[in-house]
């Protein structure tokens, strides 16, 4: 006989010690299996975890390329702006073919763009919560949330600064003409 028609049967004749045993044994075995799925989850939980946090470090290490990068270009802008200054101002004898290349590298811009793959999967999946140390967890949202401001800002300055105020005019006026390369 079946286990649901054994357990009529022992409905029917009153059997009340072995209709508790075996809906106690019912209970147990779905405790048991919940427990063993909760496991389960947790230790995919945990793997997923670290793929993430594997992934958010090899996104942060190319950010860091990009940005020693953009510090580089930012440099040479730098030290190109002192040049032609110093070259308007005669200050310096400095020849006009190495002013002019000066020039006309003030009117490029690099536009800055970091790698947010992971953090962009983490939100759009939900998994941001598999994180479990809170505290990580807030300092990853306030890093990409602090990067967002700051290349809009930087990409808003260039256009601004760069674009319209310097690149534009120069051109314009035939004083520079773009050197690509």
């Not at 059997?15 to 044994?25: H, P, S, T």
């Not at 793997?47 to 990009?66: A, F, K, V």
């Not at 101002?89 to 793959?117: K, P």
């Amino acid at each position: 006989m079946n286990p649901v028609g054994r357990f009529a049967a022992a409905l029917r004749e009153r059997r009340w010690a072995q209709v508790l045993i075996e809906l106690a044994l019912l209970i147990a075995g779905i405790l048991v299996a919940l427990a063993v799925d909760g496991w389960i989850e947790d230790r995919r939980d945990a793997r997923l975890e670290q793929e993430y946090l594997g992934r958010l470090e090899r996104d942060l290490d190319q950010n860091l390329d990009i940005l020693n990068e953009f510090v580089e270009f930012e440099g040479r802008q730098v030290a190109d702006g002192v040049l032609v200054y110093r070259a308007l101002r005669g200050a310096d004898a400095i020849d006009h073919e190495t002013v002019a290349e000066a020039i006309s590298h003030l009117t490029h811009r690099r536009t800055l763009r970091l790698v947010r793959a992971t953090y962009e999967d983490l939100l759009s999946t939900g998994n941001l919560g598999l994180i479990r140390d809170a505290a990580l967890r807030d300092t990853i949202v306030k890093l990409y949330e602090e990067t967002d401001r700051t290349t809009t800002l930087v990409d808003r300055n260039n256009q601004q600064l760069v674009d319209q105020l310097f690149t534009l005019p120069m051109v314009d006026s035939g004083l520079v003409a773009p050197r690509f390369g």
